[in-house]
C-alpha cells in the first residue's frame, strides 16, 4: 500500500504526459459484445474465486452505481460506466440493471463460457479476456464529469487486493 501511493504521488509529477497518452472519449460500444446473457454476474465468480469476491467487494467499483442519483439511472449519459454489461443492453435496461456496479465482469470481459469450462472440469479451455490499460480508460477517461487523472501502474493492484 506505502509502495503504490508514493508510485501514485510520483506520478502527478507526470499529469502532463499521461493526459496527453488519453482519448478525451472511448465508446463503449467499441468492444462490448453482444449480449447481457454472455455476462453471469459476480456472484457465480464467487462460487470458485471467494478470496477475490471479498477482496472486490471492499473497493469502490463494488458500489459505483450508488453514486448515481435516479434520475442519472436513464437516459444513458452516466449509467455506462457505473455498471457491468454490453454497452446497448445497459442502456435498455435503464435504472434496472441486471449486473449494477462495476463487476468481475467489466475487466475480465464476459464470463459464461469461462465459467462452463470450469465446470466442465477444465477452465483453461476458456480463459477471461486479456486485460491492458484501455481496459480501465474506456471509463476512466474525461468524458466522465468527475473524472481524476488515471495511474494504470499504480492503481491496477488495487481492484481486487
Ligand atoms: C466453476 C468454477 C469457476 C467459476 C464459476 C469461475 N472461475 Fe475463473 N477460474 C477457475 C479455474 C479453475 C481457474 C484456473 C484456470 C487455469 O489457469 O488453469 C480460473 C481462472 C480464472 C482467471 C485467471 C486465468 C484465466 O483463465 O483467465 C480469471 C481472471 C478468472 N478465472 C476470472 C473469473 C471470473 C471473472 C469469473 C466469473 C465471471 C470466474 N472466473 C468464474 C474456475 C472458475
Ligand atoms: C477493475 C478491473 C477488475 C475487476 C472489477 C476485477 N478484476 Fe480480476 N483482475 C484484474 C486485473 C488487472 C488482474 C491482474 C491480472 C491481469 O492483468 O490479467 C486480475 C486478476 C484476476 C485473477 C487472477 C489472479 C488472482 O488474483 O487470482 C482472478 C481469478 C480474477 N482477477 C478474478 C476476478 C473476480 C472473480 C472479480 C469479481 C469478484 C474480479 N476479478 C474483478 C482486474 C479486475
Ligand atoms: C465500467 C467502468 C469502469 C472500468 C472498466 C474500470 N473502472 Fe475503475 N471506477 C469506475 C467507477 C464508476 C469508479 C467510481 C466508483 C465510486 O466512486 O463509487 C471507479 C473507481 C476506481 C478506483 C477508486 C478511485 C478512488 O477515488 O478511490 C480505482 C483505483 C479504479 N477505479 C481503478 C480501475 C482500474 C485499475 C481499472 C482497470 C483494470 C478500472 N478501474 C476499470 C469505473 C470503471
Ligand atoms: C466514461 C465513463 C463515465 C461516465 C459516462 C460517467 N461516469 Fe461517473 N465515474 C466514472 C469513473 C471512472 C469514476 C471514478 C473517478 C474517476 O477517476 O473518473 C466516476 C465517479 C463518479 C462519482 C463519484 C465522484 C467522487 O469524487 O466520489 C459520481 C458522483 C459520478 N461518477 C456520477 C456520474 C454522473 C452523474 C454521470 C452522468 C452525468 C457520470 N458519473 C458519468 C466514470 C463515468
New binding site residues.
Given amino acids: 500500500m506505502a509502495r503504490s501511493f508514493m508510485v501514485l504521488l510520483s506520478g502527478v509529477l507526470f499529469v502532463t504526459a499521461f493526459a496527453a497518452r488519453h482519448p478525451a472519449s472511448v465508446t463503449l460500444s467499441a468492444t462490448s459484445p453482444q449480449t447481457m446473457a454472455d455476462y453471469v454476474g459476480a456472484d457465480t465468480c464467487k462460487d470458485c474465486h471467494g478470496e477475490v469476491f471479498q477482496a472486490w467487494s471492499r ?3 463494488a ?2 452505481l ?2 448515481l442519483q435516479p434520475a442519472d439511472r436513464i437516459g444513458g449519459k452516466c449509467i455506462g ?2 455498471v ?1 454489461g454490453p454497452a446497448e443492453a445497459i442502456l435498455a435496461e435503464g435504472d434496472t440493471p441486471t449486473h449494477p456496479n ?1 463487476q468481475c465482469e ?2 475480465h470481459g464476459p464470463g459464461k463460457r469461462h465459467v462452463d469450462a470450469a465446470r466442465g472440469g477444465d477452465a483453461s479451455n476458456a480463459r477471461t479476456a486479456a ?1 491492458a490499460e484501455t ?2 480508460t ?3 477517461n474525461e468524458t466522465s464529469p468527475y473524472y ?1 487523472p ?1 495511474y ?1 501502474q499504480a ?2 493492484g ?2 481486487h487486493r
Fill in positions: 473497493t469502490k467499483h458500489r459505483a450508488m453514486k460506466c457505473h457491468t462495476v467489466s475487466c486485460i481496459t480501465c474506456r471509463c476512466h481524476k488515471f494504470y492503481m491496477v488495487l481492484v
